[in-house]
Antibody
């Protein structure tokens, strides 16, 4: 069974930093492109960042470019999101997601974690 | 690419047909392979989204056949042929033609 378990969320002040982690299991992590998708309270879904299978390809939504950094550790079956210079509008549930197998750069998500809540507030 | 869903919410009786529309600001279909780069997700309260359909009309494993997708170019529909109580949720479309963008969601209620 595919499992994606996020951790690292919490309350942080504006301008602060936070690092999210996602532990993957139940599939061969190295073979999949991965993403972070977020959902502000009571709002819709927003794609945040993508990282390719090799870890060399990455992309970001304009809203987080230059502030967030995505990475992966295939040896630990883990995905990360380093979030710096956090703003009030970054408050959201952050989901770790897996792209459908054998997808190119842009794709759809076939598995979602339960999410971790990040609250940016003073 | 901006994705716009309509309506924002829909209230129907059990057994009724539900149709949700999703429009893209430009075509998300490749004529070379006749594929539509659109997915549909279902999100129930307190849960993460779940993939329903991809390539606009292919049901993911385990998705009941009362869910179907249609459309091409810039205009797509998700149809629930006979609404069940467990279908109460918010539904999102997502394009993956260029980048990834979601529609704003459509809430389906009884």
């Amino acid at each position: 069974e595919v499992q994606l378990v996020e951790s690292g969320g919490g309350l942080v002040q504006p301008g602060g930093s936070l690092r999210l982690s996602c532990a993957a299991s139940g599939f061969t992590f190295i073979n999949y492109n991965m993403n972070w998708v977020r959902q502000a309270p009571g709002k819709g879904l927003e794609w945040v960042s993508y990282i390719g299978r090799s870890g060399t390809a990455a992309s970001y939504a304009d809203s987080v470019k230059g502030r967030f950094n995505i990475s992966r550790d295939d040896a630990k079956n883990s995905l990360y999101l380093q979030m710096n210079s956090l703003r009030d509008e970054d408050t959201a549930v952050y989901y770790c997601t897996r792209d459908k197998a054998d997808c190119g750069g842009d794709c759809y998500v076939d598995s979602w974690g339960q999410g971790t809540l990040v609250i940016v507030s003073s | 690419i901006v994705m716009t869903q309509s309506p924002d919410s829909l209230a129907l009786f059990l057994g009724e047909r539900a149709t949700i529309n999703c429009k893209s600001s430009r075509s998300i279909s490749y004529t070379s392979n006749d594929m539509n780069y659109l997915a549909w997700y279902q999100q129930k309260p307190g849960h993460p989204p779940k993939l329903l359909l991809y390539w606009s009309s292919i049901r993911d494993s385990g998705v009941p056949d009362r869910f179907s997708g249609s459309g091409s170019g810039t205009d797509f529909n998700l149809t629930i042929s006979s609404l069940q109580a467990e279908d109460v949720a918010v539904y999102y479309c997502q394009q993956y033609y260029t980048g990834r963008t979601f529609g704003q969601g459509t809430r389906v209620e009884l």
